[in-house]
Every structure is written in C-alpha cells, then in structure tokens.
C-alpha cells in the first residue's frame, strides 16, 4: 500500500525579511511546525529569494550533508576550507559538514535577486572530514528525462554526499510520461515541482507543491504542462544516532 504525504505550497512556512524571503517545508529559524520537523534524511527543504548583493554571513556547520540548486541568478560562496566560487544557474553543490565547516552565501548580481533551493540531509556517518564539491549540469540532458544529479558514490557527471541518496533533474514537455523504480526498496521518494504541474501516482501536484512517499518502489509520472521537478530518493529511515 502506497502511504505518501502531501507538502503543499500553502502549507509552507514563510519568512519576509525584506532582503530575504523563503519558504520552509520543514521547521526552520523562527517557523516551529511540530508535523514538519523532517521526511525521512530530509531535513530542511528551503526555498529562497535573496536580494541583490545581499546574503548570509560567515556562519557554522556540523554533520550535515547541504545541497544547494540556484533557479535563477549567481551566488557567491567562501568557505573556511579556501573555497571562494560562484554558484551559477546550472550548477549544483554540496557541502558535507561533517566535523564542522564555516561558509558565506551572497547574491553575486547587482542588479537582480538570486533563487535557490538549499536542501540539508543527515548523514549515515558522523563527523566525516568536511568536503566541498561543485558541478555543472547538462540541461539538454535533462529534457524529457531524469538526469542524475547526485548520488551516494563519487561518479564523473554527478555531485556525492554522505548518504544513500540520489537527486534528478528533469524538464518535460506536456504529456511526457516517465517511470522511476528505487534504488534501494526501502527508501523514500520526495517530488518537487519547481514550475508546471504534473501527476504522480494519481496524485496532482501544481508549482512548487511537493509529496513524499513510502512503502512504494515504481513511480509513474505525468507532466500536465511543461514542467521542471527535481525528484529525490532518500533513507526513511533515521540513522540510529539521530533517533
């Protein structure tokens, strides 16, 4: 039996601080949901605009896999192991925190905001050396397919992180239908849709909804229109030392 929850744009938490504003699907700074504390590894799903040559300052990690998408605009990062980059449209990264990491995050534009989604993920091991990767996805590879994006190993097209996870990417037209069977049995799926609307399962979700789903291991989805999504397969399980 497919059990799944549905994280719906409305049902998001929302923060407006003027140079910033985001919405969290988990509990995050000053929004406290007790139901949305985490699905599965995944434990801040957070979706952000950040004005012009504004950001966040030097501030610290420990033990946590981060996963940064810009949609639109550049970011500038600087990290305490010697990383100083621009994070592009395109691009994805990872930080794996680890024994502890501290790193700055600014919109590069002068004359636009930047859009991100940043995603953090417990780790299945603790206090790892911290590392720093960063690679340019091939868009045209991404078109009416899943493009893989991340996975548990280092490989040569995609980012790694610490845990059993993978990420797509994918555009599709309207119409498009795709199948996707798990890794691994017993993890967990979580679709988010970041423009258009699609079906998965017999489920409709439009921009910027998201479904988590267990105990279930193929997926079929349905692009109602075009639409981007970025789909994610995770461990529902916490690792012992975070239950």
């Known amino acids: 039996m497919s059990n799944f929850i549905l994280f719906s744009d409305s049902s998001r938490g929302y923060a407006d601080h003027g140079w910033l504003k985001s919405h969290h ?44 998408i810009p949609l639109s605009g550049d970011l500038a990062h600087k990290d305490s192991m010697g990383n100083g980059t621009i994070i592009r449209q395109g691009d994805i990264q990872v930080m794996s925190a680890g024994t502890g990491i501290e790193h700055s995050e600014y919109n590069a534009n002068d004359d636009k905001p930047v859009e991100i989604l940043q995603l953090w993920l417990f780790p299945k091991t603790l206090n790892v050396t911290p590392r720093y990767e960063q690679k340019t996805m091939d868009k045209s590879a991404m078109h009416n397919q899943l493009l893989t994006v991340l ?3 280092p490989t040569e097209n995609a ?26 049995a017993a993890n967990a799926l979580f679709v988010f849709v970041i423009s258009g609307s699609l079906e998965i ?32 397969e995770f461990p529902e399980e916490l690792p012992s030392f975070y239950q």
């Open 25 to 68: 699907t988990f509990s995050f700074a000053n929004y406290r949901n007790s139901e949305r504390i985490h699905f599965g590894v995944l434990r801040v799903f957070n979706d952000d605009f950040i004005d012009s040559g504004m950001g966040f300052g030097t501030h610290p990690h420990q033990n946590m896999e981060i996963i940064t």
């Open 201 to 232: 399962n017999g489920q409709k979700l439009n921009r910027r909804d998201a479904i988590g789903f267990t105990d279930t291991e193929k997926f079929e989805i349905i692009a109602q229109e075009n639409t981007q999504l970025l789909l994610m």
């Open 159 to 184: 980012v790694w992180i610490h845990q059993d996870a993978w990420f797509y990417l994918s555009d599709l037209d309207a119409g498009k239908k795709l199948e996707y069977q798990l890794q691994k």
């Open 151 to 153: 996975t548990p190993n």
